[in-house]
């Protein structure tokens, strides 16, 4: 996924009041993605709409998710783009998984 759609999808997630936005750059240090976009909804309805408006930015740019994820509970969205990975969480569960600090304890190892 081009800088371009990368940059489409995080004001996509803003405009549709995603909260926290994360951008991790695992370039060298993941084998399956380059990019992990991590992003707070307030509900459930919240989390499935913002995983939906991910997906659907990617196909309007021409390119089909690889998978989508957790839409029938809306606590935790994975929409896999191939060079980006974007997780939609509800607030309890991001806290509970922090997959911030894992990433960024990786990225100083």
């Known amino acids: 996924m081009s800088e371009q759609l990368l940059a489409k999808v ?3 997630l803003d405009e549709r009041k995603g909260q ?9 240090k993941c084998s399956f ?4 976009v991590i992003v707070t909804g307030t509900s459930s309805r919240h989390v499935k ?6 997906a659907m930015e990617a196909k309007r740019n021409g390119l089909i998710p690889l998978g989508v994820e957790g ?8 929409v896999d783009l191939g060079d980006t990975v974007v997780h939609v969480m509800q607030p309890k569960i991001r806290e509970f998984y922090q997959l ?8 100083e190892a």
């Open 100 to 107: 911030e600090k894992l990433w960024m304890v990786e990225a």
């Open 10 to 12: 995080t004001e996509v």
């Open 49 to 54: 709409s913002l995983g939906n408006e991910v």
């Open 33 to 36: 993605t380059d990019h992990i």
């Open 71 to 78: 839409m029938s509970a809306g606590e935790w969205v994975l």
């Open 20 to 28: 926290q936005i994360e951008v991790i750059d695992v370039r060298g």
